[in-house]
């Protein structure tokens, strides 16, 4: 193994190329620029890294541009995101309520905002286009930290068909725009109540990026079936988050790291279809950006 990175000339080369010694630019950039170089190049030289192997590499990531979104969990970096934050909040004392997890890349904004106060309407549907699965309904409450109704929240919720595709982003063209996704306005008493058809866990898109990588590295890329949620509040955290069947057979085995304990209800089939009981807690939000959401670019119709 060679040790030239901590040498001058390699040293002065970061320094150049970070921009570090220039006036202009964005400082921050810079410095987060310079430590992913430098660590990329201790990985080349403690792996003994060739020419050939670096340009597939880069070969791999421009035909793979269009994965990044399911690449990012899939290498559970969406993942060390949330532990990330969550490491930062319970260092600042914001320690409690539902737990947070990714969001993944198949939200699309602009979905239907319909009325979902149960004193005013007991019919909230999120499927607009035929499915042979059972129905499914899911209900609880929205409170705050103290078991506080959370009044006037929006409930953003989405998930895939049976077959384990999300409108939007079908490759067989079947779904409707926005079929298993609405966004719900609740009451002041913060309880929801929805039904739709049983989503399917998902794998990724066969031979794509996400597929060749997780293959290469002896992993699958399935995930159990689940529904994604975004719940944002008048004085409250926006919180993102889904919940993952707790009887499905990848429940514990999640390609995209989106499993977390306090997340996983089985649902009740005593009546026959399943029925999922769960309640969300928000946290209090501490900031005006505490109530907003992550600027991630997302799809829109
Ligand atoms: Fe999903």
């Known amino acids: 193994m060679t040790d030239i990175v901590k040498s001058k000339q390699v040293q002065n080369l970061l320094d150049t190329a970070a921009g570090v010694n220039q006036s202009g630019g964005n400082p921050r950039l810079k410095s987060i620029l310079r430590d992913l170089l ?11 890294i060739s020419e050939d192997e670096f340009w597939v590499a880069v070969k791999f990531l421009q035909d793979g541009v269009n994965e990044f979104g399911l690449i990012a969990p899939g290498i559970g970096i969406e993942h060390f995101l949330d532990l990330h934050m969550d490491a930062k909040d319970a260092e600042a004392g914001l320690e409690g309520g539902t ?8 939200y699309v904004e602009g979905a239907p905002l319909i009325e979902g106060d149960l004193s005013k ?19 609880g409450q929205i409170t705050g930290p103290d078991g506080e109704p959370v009044g006037n929240a929006i409930m953003h919720v989405w998930h ?26 609740l009451g002041k008493d913060g309880r929801y109540s929805f039904r739709s058809k049983m989503p399917s866990g998902y794998a990724v898109p066969p031979n794509g990026a996400t597929d060749q990588l997780m293959k290469a590295l002896g992993r699958h ?3 159990p079936a689940h529904v994604h949620f975004f719940i944002e509040a008048p004085g409250y955290r926006t919180l993102t988050t889904q919940i993952n069947f707790g009887d499905d057979p990848h429940a ?3 390609f995209a790291f989106g499993t977390r304990e306090g997340l996983l209800p089985i649902p ?18 501490q900031s005006d950006d505490d109530e907003r959401f992550s600027k991630r670019a997302r799809a829109s119709i």
């Open 160 to 185: 895939a068909n049976s077959k384990g595709f999300y409108s939007h982003f079908d490759p067989t063209g079947a779904q409707s725009a926005f079929n298993n996704r609405r966004r719900i306005r």
């Open 252 to 254: 514990h085995d999640d």
């Open 268 to 285: 009740d089939r005593v009546g026959g279809s399943p029925e999922i009981h769960f309640d969300f807690t928000l946290q209090k939000a």
């Open 121 to 139: 309407t007991n019919d909230v549907n999120l499927t607009d286009d035929p499915d042979d699965a059972e129905d499914m309904v899911m209900s």
């Open 38 to 48: 430098e660590g990329l190049m201790c990985t080349i030289e403690k792996h003994d």
């Open 99 to 106: 737990p947070r997890t990714i969001e993944g890349p198949l």
């Open 221 to 223: 890329g399935n995930r």
